[in-house]
């Protein structure tokens, strides 16, 4: 209920306004100690003490404990489908060695026509890399809508959250639902709304904010690795409100020392303290050579003016259109709002107007 809360259902990231609170007894920062171990958690279990805290996002006890602060509301599928917007969904095991879940849906011109194939969006969901599901009530409204409005199929996948499972565990998760996707939407696939209604040669890669820079690195290993009878290229990635940082400052990005140092935080926690700010993980500037490799042929880059990572989105489109990639940029720019409004204020006007121009980007795939 608090203004806190509601700028962090619109972002996540945006902890980096707040101080990261320690326990009374110490002052130090995350950045200044290292994160709880299992053998630190054996000497000093107190269980209420409070190692660190990113506000409104997580919180880590002595004891090892998480408590995530935010992200944690469900909502079920609807296997028959939402009166809504005639969605129907439901929650598969996309590969069951690697314990990687997803939440499918199926729009109502899959009924229509039963022959056929749509487009295949594999959508990863936002929250710094540490909180929300795909059964969150923010991702399964915008699922559903994407769904209904491309039409496509939607597969939402559900990954490891840091801090438990600090990144890579996220992108090695998503690579993983990728290759269990292209698989399944082969004749005889294991999942038959994929088998019966997915078209393996539209297949799109997208997300916001954690989830958009998980596209993007997914992108970036498909073209490296490829897919064993698949290849390595996407038909597109959609990167929506993208979250990329870096240690300096680019364009109008803010200069404020306390400012900045949350979002590094944020950072510091998500990769376990292992990674540094200008890894290409979270700047892709650092790696020029893999823009230009990218495993796609478009990409769309969606960003909003009072977006905190909007001089990144600009700069990072920039980069992708002059590196001699060869493929398709699209860039959309909203103004006025902020980081991923269109989940906070999904019937707003501008909303509207992102999703009709993923739905479109995902139709020309």
């Not at 200044?32 to 171990?37: D, E, G, N, V």
């Not at 090892?64 to 909502?75: F, H, Q, S, Y």
């Not at 700047?283 to 050579?289: D, I, K, R, T």
């Not at 590196?323 to 509207?352: I, M, Q, R, S």
Request: glycine fraction near 8%.
């Amino acid at each position: 209920g608090s203004s806190a809360v509601a700028v962090f259902l619109v972002a996540p990231l945006a902890a980096l306004l707040l101080q990261i609170r320690i326990t009374a007894s110490s002052a130090v920062t995350t950045s200044q100690r290292s994160l709880p171990t299992a053998a630190t958690a054996a000497m000093d279990d107190p269980g209420s003490e409070i190692e660190y805290e990113i506000p409104a996002v997580v919180r880590v006890h002595k004891s090892g404990r998480v408590v995530r602060l935010n992200g944690t509301d469900t909502v079920p599928p609807s296997p028959c489908g939402d009166p809504a917007n005639g969605v129907s969904s439901k929650d598969v095991v996309l590969d069951p060695a690697a314990n990687i879940s997803a939440r499918l849906y199926l729009p109502a011109a899959a009924a229509a026509e039963p022959g056929k194939k749509l487009p295949v969006v594999v959508f990863f969901h936002g929250g710094a890399f540490m909180i929300h599901t795909t059964a969150s009530p923010l991702y399964h409204k915008y699922a559903a809508s994407l769904a209904a409005a491309a039409p496509a199929v939607v597969i939402s996948v559900d990954y490891r959250l840091a801090p438990e499972h600090p990144v890579p565990a996220a992108y090695e998760d998503a690579f993983a639902a990728l290759k269990a996707v292209v698989s399944s939407c082969r004749p005889g696939g294991a999942e038959p709304w994929l088998a019966a209604h997915g078209d393996a040669s539209r297949v799109v890669l997208a997300g916001d904010s954690a989830g958009a820079n998980m596209a993007h690195r997914t992108a970036v290993r498909l073209r490296k690795e490829r897919i064993e009878g698949y290849g390595d290229k996407v038909s597109g990635i959609a990167l929506l409100h993208t979250y990329f940082w870096g240690k300096e400052p680019v364009g109008g990005e803010p200069t404020d020392a306390a400012l900045r140092g949350g979002i590094d935080q944020v950072w510091h926690v998500a990769c376990g303290g292992k990674l540094g700010l200008d890894h290409p993980y979270i700047n892709p500037a650092a790696s020029p050579e893999e823009l230009s490799q990218l495993g796609c042929v478009r990409v769309l880059v969606a960003t909003a003016e009072n977006c905190w990572f909007v001089e990144r989105s600009r700069a990072y489109a920039a980069r992708v259109k002059a590196c001699g990639w060869g493929g398709e940029l699209e860039f959309y720019e909203t103004n006025a709002d902020g980081h991923v409004y269109f989940l906070l204020k999904p019937d707003c006007e501008n909303a509207a107007k992102e999703l009709a121009v993923v739905a479109d980007f995902v139709r020309r795939c």
